[in-house]
């Protein structure tokens, strides 16, 4: 089985409505019709010039109770800078500053990557960070996973369409950080289309 294969083996096991939200409601145009190369482009830029990965994660959940983050993003964002860090990849993870402590623990849970592979930073709560632009300059690539991202009225919304701008989920935002010629590689991870990417 040659590379291409395999991509399309993983591309069909995640391309999956698996808890029936209505992503593939129309068969011809849906989100996973959209951009079907999109995973093997992914994969094929981060292993041609991938040499320091930013994993941004986060998606709040405003109406949830207590209010709170969901979970399958930083779990997918650790177990992605885990795997990266160990094929020598350097990663920083980018998370809202409540989101640090779990991301610190879920690597508890992986064989160490080598020594320096992996960093966790906050995101600050407000937009011009200088530090953050710094570190962002030194990205190959920059993996949103779970983010919200603006629609076209320039508003961030939940998949059930509740307003969510001013949450504390911040990552949108970090590539207005740098003039686009500076700008790092991006990929979107998302299951329901209203995240960036």
């Known amino acids: 089985m040659n590379i291409d294969d395999r991509l399309a083996v993983l591309w069909n096991l995640i391309q999956r409505d698996a808890g029936n939200r209505g992503l593939a409601r129309d068969p011809a145009e849906n989100l996973f019709t959209a951009l079907p190369g999109d995973l093997a482009a992914a994969c094929v830029s981060l292993a041609e010039s991938g040499q320091h990965v930013g994993i941004v994660t986060g998606f709040f959940i ?3 109770r207590p209010p709170a983050f969901e979970t399958d993003g930083p779990a997918g964002a650790v177990w992605l800078a885990a795997v990266l860090g160990h094929l020598g990849f350097y990663v920083t993870l980018f998370a809202a500053e409540s989101l640090e402590p779990a991301l610190r623990a879920g ?3 992986f064989p160490a ?3 320096g592979r992996i ?5 600050a709560a407000s937009h011009g960070s200088a530090d953050t632009a710094d570190a962002l300059g030194k990205l190959t690539h920059l993996v949103f996973i779970e983010c919200v991202g603006p629609a076209g009225d320039g508003r961030c919304y939940s998949m059930r369409g509740v307003d969510v701008t001013d949450t504390p989920t911040p990552g949108w935002w970090l590539l207005n950080q740098l003039p686009a010629e500076k700008r790092p590689r991006t990929i979107g991870i998302g299951d329901g289309g209203n995240e960036i990417g």
């Open 113 to 115: 990557a080598p020594a």
């Open 119 to 123: 960093a966790v930073r906050r995101i």
């Open 107 to 109: 690597l508890e849970f």
């Open 62 to 64: 405003p109406t949830a």
